[in-house]
């Protein structure tokens, strides 16, 4: 049956309902290798609206459907072929069909030949909001294999990076998306969440109208409610091969709107909270480097020739005093640059008199990143942190922590739980805790700061 067979058999019907003949013909109701007017006549008259009555529908100028269909106009917007595909209700088959098409690439099942009638190439600005590359990336090795490898064959591949204050999870995840972006032609983007920059944690709501706007939607055309805007996201990006990075989340409230559907986009979302509630994803827990790979981090970030002066014993002990916490390793590295008369020996020293102040660089110190972390816990959980910080031993247990606390084993168990969620505390073995070195030590300080002991 050819289109105009059907549009006149439809249109004598004399409704705008669609018949069942019609839905059974659906998938061949236009030609495979089509120009993108041709498609989206076949459409319109299979749905049986008129040029106005499409553009009403997906908020378009009439104009811009005319053009479209008289092919004068070449270089659709991605968002106008989204809103088209949603007016025509056409399916993942056709909405692939026509994405594909507007961008000049064979539908699916068109095999490998170019759509070479003519047809229009859509203008989809393509974001790479990407931010630059950790020049010096060292090791994470096995972390980028497990992002590298994750797809999935239905739905987006989602992975989470979670871990300290200052472990290297947005320099992970940027170097992953980096190489990750050959595989993602529609686009790269990036979006800060402040979950624990000190700023106001992005709302669902606003993140989506940026992620909207960088895939080029017009800022008219952005939905006030947030379900609306996260259903036209997900229409948006459901045809499009989409890296997105989301650097620290605060929760899994906070990204589970922006989670793409279609299986084309990756998902890579940073925090220092284990975002737990999240369907379907992926973690990687992010811990502090190995020795020998935290010694390789700091001589690349201090410069081989200063650190290659020091024994092996030096910097082996320089980055323990730094907890090989990626973050100290940069300002202790940062301290030796700036510092041309120094050597890693004299670092060394210094870092074991007052390692608190020796990690403190400008704006960047341990502390303050530490700060950002405690400042979010509840009261209960700041108090349960001091506590815990300053009277238990190096490794301890249940008993130990509910008799410093002062509480029932129960309660400290469920505190306990709480800060490892946000990585204030480890787990080494079942039910055995410990500190991390600049976290105790941080709990020392906010500890004098608030006169608990
Ligand atoms: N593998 C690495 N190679 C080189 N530099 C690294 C690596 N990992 C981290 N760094 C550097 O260490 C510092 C801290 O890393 P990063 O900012 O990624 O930590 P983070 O876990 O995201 O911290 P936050 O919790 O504050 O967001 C940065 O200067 C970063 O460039
Ligand atoms: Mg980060």
């Not at 091969?241 to 940073?270: E, H, K, M, W, Y």
């Amino acid at each position: 049956m050819s289109i105009d067979h059907e549009h006149q058999t439809h249109n004598t019907g004399g409704g705008l309902r669609r018949s069942r003949a019609v839905t059974v013909e659906r998938a061949s109701a236009v030609p495979r290798l089509a120009t993108l007017g041709t498609l989206l006549r076949g459409w319109r008259e299979r749905a049986m609206l008129t040029q106005e009555q499409l553009a009403e529908r997906a908020d378009l100028n009439v104009r811009t459907v005319r053009r479209l269909e008289s092919s004068e106009l070449q270089q659709p917007r991605a968002t106008s072929i989204v809103l088209l595909a949603q007016a025509l209700g056409l399916d993942g088959e056709e909405r692939a069909m026509l994405a594909a098409t507007a961008r000049g690439l064979p539908g699916p099942g068109e095999g490998r030949e170019p759509v070479t009638t003519g047809s229009p190439r859509a203008a989809i600005s393509v974001p790479r909001q990407l931010p630059a590359d950790v020049a010096a990336f060292v090791g994470r090795g096995r972390e980028l294999t497990a992002l590298e490898r994750h797809e999935h064959p239905n739905t987006a591949a989602v992975t989470t990076i979670d871990g300290m204050a200052g472990v290297g999870k947005t320099a992970l995840a940027v170097h992953a998306a980096h190489r990750l972006a050959p595989r993602f032609p529609d686009g790269q983007l990036f979006l800060n969440l402040h979950g624990h920059t000190g700023a106001v944690p992005v709302e669902p709501g606003d993140a989506l109208a940026r992620l909207l706007l960088a895939l080029d939607v017009p800022d008219r055309r952005i939905p006030c409610d947030v379900e609306d805007r996260a259903a036209l996201y997900r229409g948006v990006v459901a045809d499009r091969r989409v890296l997105i990075v989301l650097d620290d989340a605060s929760d899994a409230d906070q990204v589970r709107p922006l989670l793409p559907a279609g299986p084309g986009c990756r998902l890579i979302v940073t925090g220092r909270r284990r975002l737990i509630g999240l369907d379907d994803t992926r973690a990687l827990s992010l811990d502090v480097p190995p020795p020998a790979e935290a010694i390789a981090l700091f001589t690349r970030m201090a410069g081989p020739e200063r650190a290659g002066e020091a024994t092996a014993d030096v910097l082996t002990e320089t980055v323990e005093r730094c907890g090989r916490l990626p973050l100290a390793l940069r300002i202790a590295a940062v301290r030796l640059q700036t510092r041309p008369a120094w050597s890693v020996r004299h670092l060394l020293d210094r870092l074991r008199d007052d390692r608190t102040a020796e990690l403190a660089a400008g704006r960047h110190s341990v502390t303050a990143a530490l700060d950002l972390s405690y400042r979010r816990l509840p009261g209960e959980l700041r108090r349960a942190y001091r506590l815990l910080g300053v009277r238990a031993g190096a490794e301890f247990g249940l008993d130990e922590a509910a008799a410093v606390q002062d509480t029932t084993v129960a309660r400290a168990r469920r505190l306990l739980d709480q800060l490892l969620d946000v990585h204030l505390v480890q787990e080494p073995a079942p039910s055995r805790y410990r500190f991390h070195d600049l976290v105790r030590d941080h709990a020392a300080g906010v500890t004098v700061a608030a006169g608990d002991c």
